[in-house]
């Protein structure tokens, strides 16, 4: 499987992804056709609480990382600082449900 969504940078590593708050299970998968890792998670979307469940969801795996785009978007973009492009990948892969 191949995660468009994934990019590597100059220090780190950029994830697009794609946020669904307010659902009712965390979980992630992959939009083919958006090429964004699809991010569903309980936080609603009110004063910036989604933005810390991405947040939180992505220090849970990587440690420091931030949110470079789309802070009031469901489209964002975040920064994982000093990871390796297939460190990243990896980890993601397995995150993905099938």
């Keep these: ?3 468009e969504c994934v990019r590597q940078g100059k220090d780190g590593v950029y994830v697009d992804i794609h946020v669904v708050p307010g659902s009712k299970k ?5 939009d083919v056709f958006g090429k ?18 991405v947040l939180d969801y992505f220090s849970g795996l990587f440690g420091v990382c931030e949110m470079v785009s789309g802070p009031t978007s469901r489209k964002k973009t975040v920064f994982i600082g000093g990871k390796t492009y297939s460190d990243v990948l990896d980890c993601l892969k397995e995150k993905v449900r099938g």
């Design 1 to 3: 499987m191949t995660l």
């Design 26 to 30: 965390e979980c992630t998968d992959y």
């Design 36 to 53: 964004r890792l699809r991010l569903k998670i309980r936080a609603p979307a009110v004063d910036g609480k989604a933005n810390k469940g």
